[in-house]
């Protein structure tokens, strides 16, 4: 990442979250680590796949089932997005040079797998954003440092950034498969297959958070087959699109 845009980070989340971003060792931090997740989810929603097109979907349960708000059947935000709205403003704003660099770059060394994954984001219902297009998950650890672990529920790659105090010592990245182990400073980041890569992280001394941005791989049941529901004569969907009305070409968002 270039430094006129990691130089100053750390600062601008500490900003953004002054109470959350100490200077710690993590050998002490019992309790775990704080994380906030400003994502899309879709991994539990209601599936249409086998009912009647023709039935309205608040219509259809399953025997001896009640009757759920058909807000089930679509992707949604997490918990914390949606009460932490205001954090996640100030977040993206603060960042939007950043991740429009992250979004650019992404763009140019995996164009393939950028546009598989900027198809989800632009049906996303209400023609809703995300903080980091194409990603429909963005996360951030505060005072990380992680177990080892696989993130099963990630779709093709996840993206981790690392921003910390020059004093930083310790907290390299471990990949166990390819035997890895990677020491990230300030601004650095790794493109990995979080699903299929065992990682963690070691212990640190100093300030450390790391920003994760990720896909939720049960995504794919939404852009294939909009959950199953798409054949219903009571769905609609659009695609968001930003164009010039004079053109007439429209165009995905950054």
């Known amino acids: 990442m270039p430094s006129h845009l990691s130089e100053n980070a750390l600062e601008v989340l500490c900003s953004v979250f002054p109470n959350l971003i100490q200077s710690i060792r993590?050998?002490?931090?019992?309790?775990?680590?704080?994380?906030?997740?400003?994502?899309y989810y879709n991994r539990y929603c209601k599936k249409g796949t086998g009912t009647s097109a023709n039935s309205e979907p608040s219509t259809i349960r399953?025997?001896?089932?009640?009757?759920?708000?058909?807000?089930?059947?679509?992707?949604?935000?997490?918990?914390?997005?949606?009460?932490?709205?205001?954090y996640k403003h100030r977040l993206e704003e603060a960042l939007h040079p950043m991740l429009q660099w992250i979004s650019e770059k992404l763009q140019s060394i995996l164009p393939e797998t950028y546009e598989r994954m900027e198809?989800?984001?632009?049906?996303?219902?209400?023609?809703?954003?995300?903080?980091?297009?194409?990603f429909t998950g963005f996360v951030v650890n505060f005072n990380v440092a992680t177990h080892i672990h696989r993130d099963s529920h990630d779709q093709e790659i996840c993206l981790v950034f690392q921003f910390s105090s020059p004093d930083l010592k310790g907290g390299e990245l471990v990949l166990v498969e390819p035997g890895l182990v990677i020491s990230l400073k300030n601004g650095h980041g790794i493109l990995f297959r979080s699903h299929k890569i065992t990682h963690l992280n070691l212990d640190f001394e100093g300030e450390?958070?790391?920003?994760?941005?990720?896909?939720?791989?049960a995504m794919t049941s939404w852009s294939e087959t909009f959950n199953g529901w798409g054949r219903n004569i009571y769905f609609r969907f659009h695609k968001s699109a930003i164009f010039d009305p004079n053109e007439g070409d429209p165009a995905s968002p950054p």
Do not use: C, W
């Not at 993590?26 to 704080?34: C, M, R």
């Not at 997490?78 to 009460?83: G, N």
């Not at 198809?119 to 194409?134: F, K, R």
């Open 62 to 86: 399953r025997m001896g089932k009640n009757n759920v708000s058909t807000k089930v059947n679509i992707p949604r935000e997490s918990k914390e997005a949606e009460l932490l709205y205001e």
């Open 26 to 39: 993590s050998v002490d931090q019992k309790d775990g680590f704080y994380s906030l997740h400003f994502s």
């Open 208 to 217: 450390r958070v790391s920003l994760v941005f990720h896909t939720d791989n």
């Open 119 to 134: 198809h989800t984001i632009d049906i996303l219902p209400l023609g809703d954003t995300v903080p980091a297009y194409p």
